[in-house]
């Protein structure tokens, strides 16, 4: 059975009745076991469990009935003390010490490091990482190329180092990035108090981007450098490893197994950092969401700029504008003091037509001046217009509807042609022109889309087509062949029956 179908029995606690005194008793056994003290005894758990405010009447029966419970859901091991029995009462009573699983630690650990990180997401873009797994990936091709002579404990420490790097920063950029891009994260940058946080934010993304682009290209090339065939006697070397370490369960991976599970995890790492032929890499989406990020902050930081400067009062700026005009010494100071801050006030605008001299010597007042009409600016001025004429086409209509109608009388009389008591059958008629064949297949497509496969013609008649798909037909005309069904059409004229 695929483990991935398993129910994880370990995890009944969290959601059981008795969820507080449950949690409450391994989040002790996990305490216990990170200060290297495995085996429990009860009386020390009911004590520890008294002590604990919520929990203040409770009784011996109950930690057992719930130690007991916690033993059939693989949260605990129980092991018999015989070591300290002193009457054979005491023998009889069966006395335990207990132990956490494996699963049960790994459980409290995941929760004790949710409850650390809260609703929102934590993470960083730490400089850092990338140079630690750059001097790792050098340390490893150091390795590879010196024909593996350590031990095989040295090279997995070799490789435990690279994807702890990697695995850091996998996790705190994309927990970041994620942190970024939260909701809360996004309504404080458009408050005015993210303006104290701009420099800050903003220091911190460029020089990751810098020191980033200054790595990044060096751990790709380490990586290009390491090839699959180099690495297949390291991967050997950590198989020998693990094969080393001796275990009493009887292991079902097998070296082949554990060789994939090395490979899938190199091939993650080359993905990351190169990419793939179909699909950008990790670090490009990295670097094109920081910059992304950095252009975010830009526009809030300028649009609360607008903002303010939209609000702001100007009163004080006129009020010292005004004490300027009041302190000068006369009105001809005040006149220039007026063309600085609002400009001329009268200004006479000069035009000339292009082409009025060849002299290059003239002065502008010795032309001739261009008398020019102002429109008056108001949106219910319009200029005057005078009635016209216009000429008559009624005898070039005339001769195109003649045209028309003549053109319409010609096809209707070879159309007649091929008519036979007002039946025309593709099978007996000969060879057809193209423009006879245009219309007869008009007429089996029209006749398709009707109810009664009937239809109405620019001529007065109605069309009723009938087609024998059991008797294909070779249709012959000037500019080629046309292999179809048989096919019948009955004319008629309108409102004739």
């Known amino acids: 059975m695929d483990v991935t179908l398993k129910r994880i029995v370990e995890a009944s606690y969290l959601t059981a009745d008795s969820a507080p005194h449950y949690r409450t008793i391994l989040r002790y056994f996990y305490g216990q076991h990170e200060q290297m003290r495995d085996y429990i005894a009860p009386e020390e758990i009911l004590e520890y469990m008294k002590s604990v405010p919520f929990f203040p009447d409770y009784s011996e029966e109950q930690l057992h009935q719930q130690l007991a419970q916690l033993v059939k859901w693989n949260n605990l091991i129980a092991r018999q003390d015989m070591t300290n029995a002193k009457t054979v009462e005491e023998y009889k009573k069966k006395r335990f010490r207990y132990q956490c699983t494996p699963y049960t630690v790994e459980i409290e650990r995941m929760l004790s490091g949710l409850e650390k990180i809260g609703d929102s997401f934590q993470g960083s873009l ?27 404990e040295e090279y997995m420490r070799v490789w435990e180092d690279v994807f702890r790097y990697f695995q850091s920063i996998r996790t705190s950029t994309a927990d970041y990035i994620a942190y970024i891009n939260s909701e809360q994260t996004d309504q404080r940058m458009q408050t005015e108090a993210f303006l104290i946080y701009k420099n800050q934010f903003t220091t911190y993304l460029r020089d990751f981007i810098v020191s980033l ?25 950590l198989i020998e490893h693990r094969q080393s370490i001796p275990r009493l369960e009887d292991l079902s991976s097998s070296s082949e197994d554990w060789l994939s599970e090395y490979e899938g995890y190199w091939d993650s790492l080359c993905r990351w950092f190169l990419g793939s032929g179909s699909q950008r890499s990790e670090l490009e989406v990295l670097q094109w969401q920081t910059n992304e990020m950095i252009r975010r902050m830009t ?14 009062s100007r009163k004080r700026d006129y009020l010292h504008l005004a004490n300027w005009f009041k302190e000068s010494s006369g009105i001809d100071e005040s006149h220039r003091l007026s063309s600085v801050v609002f400009g001329s006030m009268t200004i006479q605008h000069l035009s000339l037509q292009e082409g009025t001299t060849d002299n290059l010597h003239s002065d502008t007042w010795d032309e001739e001046p261009v008398l020019r009409t102002i429109k008056p600016r108001t949106i219910r001025y319009r200029e005057k217009t005078k009635p016209g004429g216009f000429d ?106």
């Open 299 to 312: 526009r809030y930081v300028q649009r609360i700029g607008e903002r303010q400067q939209h609000f702001r």
């Open 126 to 152: 730490e400089r850092s990482q990338f140079d630690r797994l750059l001097q790792s990936l050098s340390i490893l091709e150091k390795e590879v190329d010196q024909s593996l002579s350590k031990t095989p």
């Open 213 to 237: 682009q200054k790595t990044s290209l060096q751990i790709q090339e380490r990586l290009n450098s390491l090839s699959g065939d180099k690495l297949k006697v390291f991967f050997q070397k």
């Open 392 to 497: 008559s086409n009624e005898e070039k209509k005339q001769k195109q509807r003649q045209h028309y109608l003549e053109e319409r009388k010609h096809e209707k009389q070879l159309i007649e042609k091929y008519m036979n008591k007002g039946v025309i059958e593709l099978s007996s008629i000969g060879t057809v022109e193209p423009f006879i064949r245009k219309i007869l297949l008009s007429w089996i497509g029209k006749s398709m889309a009707s109810k009664n496969r009937k239809v109405k013609t620019d001529y007065g008649l109605t069309v009723e087509v009938k087609l024998d798909k059991n008797k294909m037909i070779t249709l012959q005309a000037e500019d080629g062949k046309l292999s179809m069904p048989n096919a019948i059409f009955h004319l008629k004229k309108e409102g004739v029956k």
